[in-house]
């Protein structure tokens, strides 16, 4: 799940780790994906054959700093929340990033806006 790898990124930037390697599924390759766009992480690559199949993370240390200091999970297995575009609003005045699930795949919330589209809030990250 994408909780996991969020958590194991922000604990490999916490410990000054170069790379990380993570099981690979869909969705968190689409949510690595959106993050190194963003410059969370530096890049993530597909490897390896099934059923061994992994992402390689390279974590991003802007300024020496971890580019990730928090993560708010907002939507939990217990409690999803959704929201229409109407209803998204800036992360940290524009500085973090809100992450949606939609029918259109795995947006943050600016481009969800653009597209017009909804759907369930997953995190926020700064």
Do not use: C, H
């Not at 963003?38 to 890049?43: A, K, L, Q």
């Not at 259109?104 to 919330?109: E, F, R, S």
């Amino acid at each position: 799940m994408y909780i996991d790898l969020l958590i194991q990124i922000k604990n490999a930037q916490a410990a000054k780790k170069e790379t990380l390697k993570v099981p690979f599924s869909t969705m968190d390759m689409a949510v690595v994906e959106l993050l190194a766009k963003r410059g969370y992480v530096t890049s993530a690559e597909k490897k390896g054959r099934m059923p061994y199949r992994v992402i390689e993370i390279v974590l991003a240390y802007p300024n020496g700093a971890p580019a990730i200091t928090t993560v708010k999970l907002v939507s939990k297995p217990s409690r999803r929340l959704y929201a229409g575009y109407r209803d998204f609003k800036k992360i940290r005045q524009g500085y973090g990033m809100a992450v949606v699930s939609t029918p259109a795949g795995i947006l943050d919330t600016m481009e969800a806006k653009r597209k017009k589209v909804g759907g369930q809030l997953l995190f926020e990250i700064w």
